[in-house]
């Protein structure tokens, strides 16, 4: 009789707590391959994400948000808010009531007061009680609301990507109590050769090529422990890459005194704030029509680029033509010439970005038509099981990704 009641007590015992906590969701992981153009895909070098979309699901591209840049659109996919909205407004970036120039000075960055104005996607899953980690993710060490990742790459440390590669398969081998929800992986070596030589050029094959290699390292970690199947990687990109040429530079020196004005940004876009008594002046000369720019007081910006309405917008904001730079001469001193550049329209071939998923959440063999990258967040809130924050997606985009 004590061995039937205590059988009866034992399974009573694992009911409630069945019913106390429900089985975790699978795993999530990003992996973000920075730079990575949609077309790059066609390439016939990436035979694993080639396998990846095949058996799961690839949109012909993802329309990256406007600047197409990449701290902007990392924060944009865990927050699926256009940067106008969450704050990150572009690389680098002035706010006059925050001291430093964001992206250009040592630091300034990790000031969580550029993060707040809205919540990204491990801060709610902090709150929700999930663990989660981070590999170079852009901004993931930043405090924001008091959150860190619980699992994150030891700060100034260099690792190859199969490193960074290993310390994923090591979190997803912790015991479940341990186990990350959300996992987060950037690899930055496709932009990097885009940058230096082009787009369109053996040294980006290669990039692609060490790209393959390390997400074929993780496929096969995966299937080693019996995940490939029970977790949901999603392989995605910020932005493409277009050519430029240092004969394509419009030189901001030769259109306006920069005494009369900061800089705020500089690339494929280049955006200015007037010093006082100066505003009329500048926009004058700036405002005029340019055969490769196109520059705009910030309320003037075209509605469909979701830019204009935050404070840290410069107040004069100019787009470069495509394959064009705009900077002025003492910045692009202090850079490389570079063969390769993204910032540009996001309507823009040559900025589109990539997207892939695979795992039990998604349907196999289904090509999504191109949407907007802000659409993504409340994917990955749903298949981590938290309530998004608010957000600009349109979760009806990828409805037919799901199972």
Not at 124 to 145: E, N, Q, Y
Not at 220 to 234: E, I, M, S
Not at 292 to 299: G, V
Request: proline share 8%; glycine share 8%; aromatic share 8%.
């Amino acid at each position: 009789m004590r061995r039937l009641l205590a059988a009866i007590f034992a399974l009573l015992t694992i009911s409630a707590s069945a019913d106390a906590a429900p089985p975790a969701k699978p795993t999530l992981i990003v992996l973000s391959i920075d730079g990575f153009r949609a077309d790059y895909l066609d390439r016939g070098l990436t035979p694993t994400l080639a396998a990846l979309a095949a058996n799961g699901v690839r949109a012909k591209a993802m329309r990256p948000s406007f600047p197409s840049v990449t701290v902007p659109n990392h924060y944009t996919l865990m927050t699926g808010r256009y940067p106008d909205h969450h704050g990150v407004v572009d690389n680098t970036m002035r706010d006059a009531s925050l001291p430093g120039w964001f992206g250009a000075e040592d630091k300034v960055d990790l000031d969580p007061r550029w993060w707040q104005e809205a919540t990204p996607l491990w801060v709610t899953a902090h709150r929700a009680g999930l663990k989660t980690a981070t590999s170079f993710w852009p901004g993931d060490d930043v405090v924001i609301d008091g959150v860190t990742p619980d699992y994150a790459e030891a700060p100034g440390v260099r690792i190859s990507p199969d490193q960074q590669v290993d310390h994923v398969l090591a979190w997803l081998d912790l015991p479940a109590t341990q186990r990350p929800a959300l996992v987060r992986l950037h690899f930055g070596m496709v932009d990097t050769a885009g940058h230096l030589y082009g787009p369109d050029t053996p040294q980006v094959n290669t990039a692609i090529g060490a790209a393959e290699e390390a997400v074929a390292h993780l496929v096969a970690g995966l299937k080693a422990r019996g995940l490939y199947d029970k977790v949901n990687l999603v392989v995605l990109s910020d932005h493409g890459m277009a050519a430029i040429a240092p004969e394509r530079t419009i030189f901001l020196d030769d259109l306006i005194d920069l005494k009369d004005v900061q800089v705020a940004t500089f690339g494929a876009e280049g955006g200015v704030d007037p010093l006082p008594g100066y505003e009329a002046e500048v926009g004058s000369a700036l405002l005029k029509a340019h055969d490769h720019m196109t520059c705009w007081r910030r309320k003037d910006i075209p509605a469909r680029l979701h830019y204009g309405a935050n404070p840290r917008v410069p107040a004069i904001f100019c787009l470069a033509e495509v394959g064009w730079s705009v900077i002025d001469r003492a910045d692009a001193a202090h850079y490389p010439k570079l063969l390769g550049n993204h910032g540009y329209d996001p309507a823009d071939p040559t900025q589109w970005a990539i997207f892939i998923g695979h795992g039990p959440a998604f349907r196999a063999g289904v090509t999504l038509p191109m949407f907007d990258n802000v659409d993504v967040y409340q994917l990955f809130a749903r298949l981590i099981g938290v309530r998004p924050e608010p957000n600009d997606g349109r979760p009806a985009d990828l409805s037919a990704a799901l199972r």
